[in-house]
C-alpha cells in the first residue's frame, strides 16, 4: 500500500473483543470471539490478523490504531499493549466509548444530519446515556447522564441487573426481552426510572443481581428467587416490568434528545438499541422522522466505530458510509471449503464429536436448500463473508420451514438448547415485508419487532412470538443473492415468502470459518449444512425392516 492511500484500524479492548479496519476500498471487522470460540471474548489479536490478511495488508501499512474499552477513562497509548507489536505511540489513538459508539451509529446510517443516542450498561467516565448532534461537519456531544449518578441507576445496567437476577450472564438481555412478553408489568406500580430532561434516573443503586435484591426489599416487590431461569410467573412478571419500564424511559429519552438538537432523525447505538421491542416504540414516536441502529450496535461494533473514528482524526473528513448488509468478514473459497469436507489439518477442523458425513457440489444450493427446508429439514447455511453483529442475517444462519412450530420446537430442543420461550425470528422478501407484518421501513438487521398481521399469523406459526410479533429482517435478493434466491424459491415452492432464521450456532459464538460450520453440523442434530456450493448432509438413521401383517 502507497503512502499517500490511508489505512485505519479500530480495536475494542473490553468485552466483546475485536478489530476493524478500513482503506477507501476495504471495510472489514470481525470480533474476536468467533476466532477463539468464546463468547463474549475480550482480546483483538486473532480478529487484527484476520482483517489484516483479508485486506492484503500488514502492522507497516496501517497509519492509525484507535483503541477504545470500558472503565473510568479510555485506555491509554500504554494500556493498550500495542507496544509489543511495534505500533509505535505516535500511530495509537484512545477513543471514549460512547463516542466510538456514536461514530458506528452515525457514519453508516443514511442520514446526513441526526440525532445520536448512545444507551449502554456504561462506558467510560460513568456514561451511561449520552447523545450527539451529528452532521457532515463532525460529531458534538451535547449531554449525558449526570456524572455523579451511580452506573446502576442507568438504563442498561438495570436491564443488565434484572438479567443477572434470572440467573443470566448480563450480555443475555435477549432471553429476558423474550421472558418479558409472558408477564404482566403492571403489577410493580412503581416506576424504574425518571427521565428529566434528557437525564436518567434509575431506582436501582446497585449493579448486577444484587441491585435487584435491593430494590425489591425496599419496595416490597416480589421478583421471584435469583437464578430462576425464567421459571414460573413471578419471573415473567419481573422481566415485563423491567421491558416495560425500559421501553418508557428509552422513548421520553428519545423524544428529549430530539427536541434538544433539532435534528429529527434518530441514530441509535449501544448494546440497549439491539432491544428490537423497545425500537419497534422508539421509530414510531411522532417526533422521529427516521430511526437507524447500526447492526452491531453493542460493543461487537467498538472496533468499527473506533476506525471510523481514526479515518476521520487521520484524513479530516467524517465518514459516511451508508450500510446495507452487515457482512464483514471476509468471503472462503471451494478450495477452503474443500479443506474442510477433506478433513485436512490445514482447514483448522476440530471435530467435537465426529460422525459420518457426506458431501457434493451443487449447481444451484439456493433451490435445493429451499426444498430441504420445504420438505421439513433444517439446515446450516454458510454463504460469502459473516456478519460482525450478534444476529445471523443469512451468511451464517440455520434455516427452517416457518409454517408451524414443529421447527420452532425442534430447534429449540435438539439442535440450539434454547429455552421454550425464546422465538426464533423471520426472514421475509422486503417486497413482501408489509404485507406481512406491520412494518413500512425495511428491517434489513433484525433490530425491529413489529406485530404480525392477523391474516398470516397461522401461515408463519413458528416465527410468532406469544405477543403477536416477530423480530423481522427485511430480505433484498440484490444485497444477498444467494439468500433472497433461496427465500424466492421457497415463496415459490410453498406461497410463503419468508423462512425461519437463526444463527448457525449451538450454545457458541457462531461459526466463522467452513470448519467451524462442518464442526457444529457434527456435534448438533441438523439434517444437513449448505456451506458455498457444497452440501453436506449427515446420513438418515437405518430403516426397520419391513414387516407384512398377520
Not at 502492522?59 to 500495542?82: C, K, M, N, Y
Not at 437405518?542 to 407384512?548: D, H, I, K, S
Amino acid at each position: 500500500m502507497s503512502r499517500t492511500t490511508p489505512c485505519v484500524v479500530g480495536i475494542n479492548l473490553g468485552h466483546d473483543g475485536g478489530a476493524a479496519l478500513i482503506t477507501p476500498n476495504v471495510m472489514v471487522a470481525i470480533g474476536e470471539e468467533r476466532l477463539n470460540r468464546t463468547r463474549y471474548s475480550p482480546g483483538f489479536e486473532a480478529s487484527l490478523l484476520y482483517c489484516l490478511r483479508a485486506a492484503g495488508l500488514t502492522l507497516a501499512d496501517v497509519d492509525l490504531v484507535a483503541v477504545s474499552g470500558i472503565g473510568r477513562t479510555p485506555p491509554t497509548r500504554t494500556e493498550t499493549g500495542l507496544a509489543h507489536l511495534g505500533i509505535g505511540r505516535e500511530r495509537i489513538l484512545p477513543v471514549d466509548h460512547h463516542l466510538s459508539h456514536a461514530y458506528t451509529a452515525y457514519c453508516i446510517s443514511p442520514y446526513e444530519e441526526a440525532t445520536v443516542l448512545v444507551v449502554d450498561g456504561g462506558g467510560n467516565n460513568n456514561d451511561t446515556e449520552t447523545y450527539y448532534a451529528a452532521t457532515p461537519n463532525g460529531i458534538e456531544r451535547l449531554g449525558g447522564n449526570p456524572p455523579t449518578r451511580p452506573r446502576a441507576g442507568g438504563i442498561g445496567a438495570t436491564y443488565e441487573a434484572f438479567t443477572n437476577h434470572f440467573g443470566w450472564h448480563e450480555q443475555e438481555a435477549g432471553k429476558t426481552m423474550a421472558l418479558a412478553s409472558y408477564g404482566d408489568p403492571g403489577l410493580y406500580l412503581a416506576p424504574l426510572f425518571d427521565v428529566v430532561d434528557t437525564h436518567v434516573h434509575g431506582r436501582l443503586t446497585r449493579t448486577h443481581a444484587p441491585g435487584v435484591a435491593d430494590l425489591a426489599e425496599r419496595t416490597g416487590f416480589d421478583f421471584g428467587p435469583y437464578g430462576s431461569l425464567g421459571q414460573g410467573d413471578l419471573a415473567a412478571n419481573a422481566a415485563a416490568y423491567v421491558q416495560d419500564q425500559t421501553e418508557r424511559a428509552l422513548c421520553a429519552l428519545a423524544t428529549q434528545t430530539i427536541a434538544a438538537t433539532g435534528l429529527p432523525h434518530l441514530c441509535f447505538a449501544g448494546g440497549v438499541a439491539l432491544n428490537c421491542v423497545a425500537a419497534d416504540k422508539i421509530r414510531r414516536l411522532p417526533g422521529v422522522e427516521g430511526y437507524f441502529a447500526p447492526p452491531a450496535a453493542s460493543d461487537r461494533g467498538q472496533a468499527l466505530g473506533c476506525a471510523l473514528y481514526a479515518w476521520h482524526r487521520l484524513t479530516g473528513d467524517l465518514p459516511k458510509r451508508p450500510l446495507n448488509s452487515d457482512y464483514f468478514g471476509r468471503d472462503y473459497t471451494s478450495e477452503e471449503i474443500e479443506q474442510a469436507l477433506r478433513r485436512d489439518p490445514r482447514s483448522g477442523l476440530v471435530e467435537r464429536r465426529r460422525t459420518p458425513f457426506t458431501w457434493r457440489r451443487e449447481s444451484d444450493i439456493a433451490r435445493t436448500a429451499a426444498q430441504m427446508i420445504a420438505d421439513g429439514k433444517i439446515i446450516g447455511w454458510f454463504q460469502g463473508g459473516s456478519e460482525l453483529g450478534p444476529r445471523a442475517l443469512g451468511a451464517r444462519s440455520i434455516l427452517a420451514d416457518p409454517r408451524t412450530r414443529d421447527s420452532s420446537d425442534a430447534l429449540n430442543e435438539r439442535i440450539k438448547h434454547r429455552e421454550p420461550f425464546r422465538p426464533f425470528a423471520p426472514a421475509v422478501l422486503a417486497d413482501h415485508a408489509s404485507a406481512w407484518f406491520d412494518l413500512d421501513v425495511p428491517s434489513p438487521f433484525m433490530l425491529l419487532a413489529p406485530p404480525v398481521r392477523t391474516d398470516h399469523a397461522d401461515k408463519i406459526a413458528g416465527v410468532v412470538h406469544v405477543d403477536g410479533t416477530a423480530r423481522v429482517q427485511t430480505v433484498d435478493p440484490a444485497v444477498a443473492p444467494a439468500y433472497g434466491t433461496l427465500i424466492e424459491h421457497f415463496h415459490q415452492i410453498t406461497g410463503v415468502p419468508a423462512v425461519l432464521n437463526t444463527s448457525y450456532n449451538d450454545r457458541e459464538p457462531i461459526v466463522e470459518t467452513p470448519a467451524h460450520a462442518l464442526a457444529t453440523l457434527q456435534a448438533c442434530d441438523l439434517d444437513a449444512a449448505c456451506i458455498g456450493d457444497y452440501l453436506v448432509e449427515r446420513p438418515r438413521p437405518p430403516q426397520g425392516p419391513a414387516t407384512m401383517d398377520a
